[in-house]
């Protein structure tokens, strides 16, 4: 037996044996599949589709007699032509939903990711019929089951007219104008339109970016406050026990840190200790961009950028 194939499921009524192509339909692994049942009678299926193809089928017995009737009934599973789909890059200015000139679906965009013989993957969008038959004739010259042949020629109708239709728009754009002054007041005031409508539109996303970033500043400050609480429990008897008895730079940075949370509402009221504001000025000096990206992660609190300028001549690095 090809070593290819493989026992996939065996219970007494029936076993499968499949073959994993080199395929990826929309993420999944596709694989043919042979099922014979306790009857001897079998089913061929690709992606879990049942062989239909006349030719395919006439040309195999309907039920296994021998060891070779089941080998060749293998082989012609394994080198079996599959439907490609409608792989046309010239469909991708269409919708991906696929409808037909009644508006009725009849097919689907599918992501294929393919291997080539040197193992490299070949990514496609692929439009396939809703009744694709995967199985087709081997004689045939084409890729497509005779439902994506209907399909490519419903979708090459639909980007007939989609061109139609841009082709008409752009000549009627470029036609002159009956009054030049009354086209120039209705382009104006539509371009103030669509001018307006995005400034709407980006007002309001702006808006409720700011309210989820302030609730998240909320809960961060919330969280740091619990957790330098946790952090800070000392004795009754030692009040003036330090947190990092071993580390004053770092006992430092915890108090600033908790510090500058309880004055949150009040920043002007925050007093920098000068060995932050020099360590920071370091960090800001090597990358501003990296220092804003630290800034705005609501992890810790840091000095101001504005703050930074202002001491940047007084302390020195």
């Not at 965009?109 to 087709?136: A, G, H, M, P």
Request: positive net charge.
């Amino acid at each position: 037996m090809n070593t290819f194939w493989n026992v996939q499921f065996t219970c007494d009524k029936y076993f499968e044996i499949c073959m994993y192509d080199n395929k990826l339909f929309d993420g999944m692994q596709v694989f043919r599949t042979v099922k014979v049942s306790k009857d001897l009678t079998w089913e061929a299926t690709y992606e879990g589709h049942k062989a239909n193809c006349l030719s395919f089928l006439m040309a195999l017995p309907n039920k296994i007699a021998s060891f070779p009737d089941f080998m060749k009934i293998l082989k012609m599973v394994e080198f079996c032509k599959i439907c490609e789909g409608v792989k046309n890059q010239a469909f991708s200015v269409l919708q991906t939903n696929v409808h037909n000139l009644c508006g009725e679906s009849i097919g689907r965009i599918e992501e294929v990711v393919e291997q080539d013989e040197k193992e490299n993957e070949q990514y496609s969008l692929n439009r396939r019929s809703l009744t694709c038959e995967y199985f087709i004739d081997t004689p045939l010259s084409g890729a497509l089951c005779q439902n994506c042949n209907v399909l490519r020629r419903n979708i090459s109708i639909q980007l007939v007219r989609f061109n139609n239709i841009l082709q008409e728009e752009s000549e009627r754009l470029a036609e002159p104008s009956k009054s030049k002054k009354i086209s120039e007041r209705e382009n104006d005031r539509k371009r103030r339109r669509i001018t307006a409508e995005k400034r709407v539109k980006f007002w309001k996303f702006k808006a409720a970016e700011e309210k989820k970033m302030k609730h998240m500043a909320v809960d961060d400050g919330n969280d740091l406050m619990v957790m330098l609480k946790e952090l800070d429990k000392v004795d009754e008897k030692n009040p003036d026990k330090e947190m990092f008895p071993d580390n004053p730079k770092l006992s430092l940075f915890w108090e600033m840190q908790r510090d500058v949370i309880s004055k949150k509402s009040k920043k002007t009221a925050i007093r920098w200790h000068p060995l932050i504001i020099k360590t920071c000025l370091a960090l800001w000096h090597r990358s501003k961009q990296a220092y804003e990206i630290l800034q705005d992660s609501g992890f810790i609190k840091l000095p101001s950028t504005r703050l930074l300028q202002y001491h940047k001549g007084k302390i020195k690095q």
